[in-house]
């Protein structure tokens, strides 16, 4: 029985540190995508000449309206899928649990009856 349930234990502890890697991956891609993203318009709007043109600053700042709008669906978006990723792993991490509970049961079940 031990054998089965080492096996088990490997195999979903693996699965388990998979998801646990990917979720911390995404979060960690997406803070560094908008911290990029967010320099890219700083440096944008700091352009030399950009300040003292009207119509390049009339633009720069439609520019940054349109911007700020994507940045904060984005950043909105991006939380509500983390959200489901880490209630996806919250679900996997309990049917583990059954799993192993499961595996566990069977391998009683299966051991020979013991003579009297």
Do not use: C, H
């Not at 031990?2 to 995404?26: C, G, P, R, V």
């Not at 700020?68 to 792993?89: H, I, P």
Request: proline letters at 3%; a negative charge; glycine letters at 2%.
């Amino acid at each position: 029985m031990e054998t089965q349930l080492d096996y088990f234990d490997t195999w979903m502890n693996t699965q388990k540190a998979f998801m646990n890697n990917m979720l911390n991956a995404q979060k960690e891609m997406r803070s560094q995508w908008l911290d990029s993203v967010q320099k890219v318009q700083d440096s944008i709007s700091n352009l030399p000449g950009v300040q003292e043109n009207p119509q390049a600053k009339e633009a720069l700042n439609l520019y940054n309206t349109w911007f700020s709008t994507m940045l904060n669906t984005t950043k909105a978006l991006g939380d509500e899928a983390l959200k489901v990723q880490e209630t996806l792993n919250t679900s996997i991490e309990k049917q583990i649990e059954m799993g192993r509970e499961l595996v566990s049961s069977l391998s009683e079940l299966s051991k020979p009856a013991k003579k009297k």
